[in-house]
């Protein structure tokens, strides 16, 4: 399924074609996730290819339900890199053929989906290395750098809901 993307003419009709990545990308959300992330970027790269605009949202929805789903397991610091690597672009693209299909709406959740994943890792990131530093006593920055980051957040928050509005208006 891979190669598809990388051909002009791939062999059977486009809906055979998008049937099997969707059938690659439900059994890759039962089985293994790293698969149905690439199933379903391939898939959606091949569709913008042609213009396929819901069909390429849809592949990219697999790739979202895969990032939540590898989001919420415990992995390691090397597992975590390697499948973020490869959602990077994942919510954008997703927005983009959202946009393009004629769903405005749809296409600022899969914005606010991504920038909320990356927030909550940074956020995760954040836990640990205050940890260290409140192991080494400094109680004190610990405090002073929440109280700066919430206020950062509301900050990014209310910018967020300012530019949606302006985009739906």
Known sequence: LGAASAHDSVEGSPENV???FRAACISGLRNDLQWALGASRTWGEWAVARGAWK???TAYAFGGNAIDQ????????DEKEAWLRRAQRLPTR???????AGDPAGATTALERGRAFLLSETLEEE???L???EAVGRQDLVERYSEVSQRLRRSADAEA?????A???
């Open 18 to 20: 998008a049937d099997s």
């Open 55 to 57: 069909e390429a949202a």
């Open 70 to 77: 590898l989001f919420r397991r415990q992995l390691g610091r």
């Open 94 to 100: 997703a927005a983009f053929a959202l946009a393009l």
């Open 127 to 129: 836990r640990a290395e």
């Open 131 to 133: 940890h260290d530093v």
């Open 161 to 165: 809901v300012r530019e949606g509005r």
């Open 167 to 169: 985009e739906l208006n």
